[in-house]
């Protein structure tokens, strides 16, 4: 079982619809939660940092924690066509550990 | 105002000729780290300093070099690159103690 398991899609929806984005994960270690949209060639850019399990909102993004079923999620309300790009989940045990990747998801919002 | 600076974007490189990507920062981290990312995977970590301490990841090839002369750059040297290190490789800083990685545009390295 990898240590990081991501759906890598690609996932269409029209624009305006709310998307839902999942990570799994095995190791119950991991308290650091992070999500990167990364566009087409270019480097993965931070959306969301979260520590521990809960929710944690930034405009129209909110990234959801569920340690206890080790799964995390994000959501994108008012999806837009500029959202289109791969989402990749990351986390961590400490700060200054290693970060764990996703494959990434590919996310199309059609206008 | 970019951050995370990688250079080239693009490089061209032929089978077996040494190559050198470079990153620098702005952003005064003490911690840069070296990826390579292949289509449609997760971004794998070379190696990274954190200051001037050097942390090779056991799975990164010899063929792989790094130096930090300074704070602010960052090299990656490929001594003999081969058809499968053909790869976006992406520059990333953090402060030490805080978890946040700040990822460069990344070089899109393309070997003949």
């Known amino acids: 079982q990898k240590e990081v398991e991501q759906d890598p899609g690609p996932l269409s929806v029209p624009e305006g619809a709310i998307v839902s984005l999942n990570c799994t994960y095995s190791n119950s270690a991991f308290q650091y939660f992070m999500w990167y949209r990364q566009y087409s060639r270019k480097g993965p850019e931070l959306l969301m940092y979260?520590?521990?399990?809960g929710n944690k909102e930034d405009g129209r993004f909110t990234a959801q924690v569920d340690k206890s079923s080790k799964y995390i999620s994000l959501f994108i309300r008012d999806s837009q066509p500029s959202d289109s790009a791969t989402y990749l989940c990351a986390m961590s045990m400490n700060r200054d550990d290693k970060i764990i990747f996703g494959k990434g998801t590919r996310l199309h919002i059609l206008p | 105002d970019a951050m995370v600076i990688q250079n080239p974007r693009y490089q061209v490189t032929q089978f077996g000729k040494p190559v050198t990507l470079s990153c620098s920062q702005t952003?005064?981290?003490?911690?840069m780290y070296w990826y390579q990312q292949k289509s449609s995977q997760a971004p794998k970590l070379l190696f990274h300093?954190?200051?001037?301490?050097?942390?090779n990841e056991a799975d990164t090839p010899d063929n792989f070099q790094s130096r930090r002369p300074n704070t602010s750059f960052c090299f990656l040297d490929i001594r003999s690159p081969g058809l499968g290190d053909a790869a976006m490789y992406l520059c990333?800083?953090?402060?030490?103690?805080?978890?946040?990685?700040?990822f460069g545009p990344g070089t899109r390295l393309t070997v003949l």
């Open positions: 300093y954190y200051d001037k301490d050097f942390n």
């Open positions: 990333a800083t953090r402060v030490g103690g805080k978890g946040e990685q700040f």
């Open positions: 952003l005064n981290h003490n911690v």
């Open positions: 979260t520590y521990s399990s």
